[in-house]
Nanobody
Framework: QVQLVESGGGLVQAGGSLRLSCAASGRTFSNYAMGWFRQAPEKEREFVAAVSRSGGETSYADSVKGRFTISRDNAKNTVALQMNSLKPEDTAVYYC?????????????????????WGQGTQVTVSS
């Protein structure tokens, strides 16, 4: 089991910044590729960003590319999402997720299916 707890959400004006953090516990954090997803009301959960076990390989949804940055600290068992230049359309519940990736140190995942463990989510609201 991997437990994931997100923090850092809140209300921000358009153009502002937020930093989400996800703390992991329970299993060896460095064995898991990590991802951030979001879900707005009445919409499906969508991919935001992902990072490999090494932390050196990352991927972003086109809608956030150039504005968001994902990073991880394997020594502290945390993954973060720095969100800059926020837009009202970024409003959603943001989820941290972990995908077991023992066989590949450099792989990240953009689809929901590989992610077995999920946090409870943190609300991000961007006002116009």
């Amino acid at each position: 089991q991997v437990q994931l707890v997100e923090s850092g959400g809140g209300l921000v004006q358009a153009g502002g910044s937020l930093r989400l953090s996800c703390a992991a516990s329970g299993r060896t954090f460095s064995n898991y590729a990590m991802g951030w997803f979001r879900q707005a009301p009445e919409k499906e959960r969508e991919f935001v960003a992902a990072v490999s076990r090494s932390g050196g390989e990352t991927s972003y949804a086109d809608s956030v590319k150039g504005r968001f940055t994902i990073s991880r600290d394997n020594a502290k068992n945390t993954v973060a999402l720095q969100m800059n230049s926020l837009k009202p359309e970024d409003t959603a519940v943001y989820y941290c997720a972990a995908a077991f990736a023992m066989g590949d140190y450099y792989r990240y995942y953009e689809n929901v299916a590989p992610y077995k463990y999920w946090g409870q989510g943190t609300q991000v609201t961007v006002s116009s």
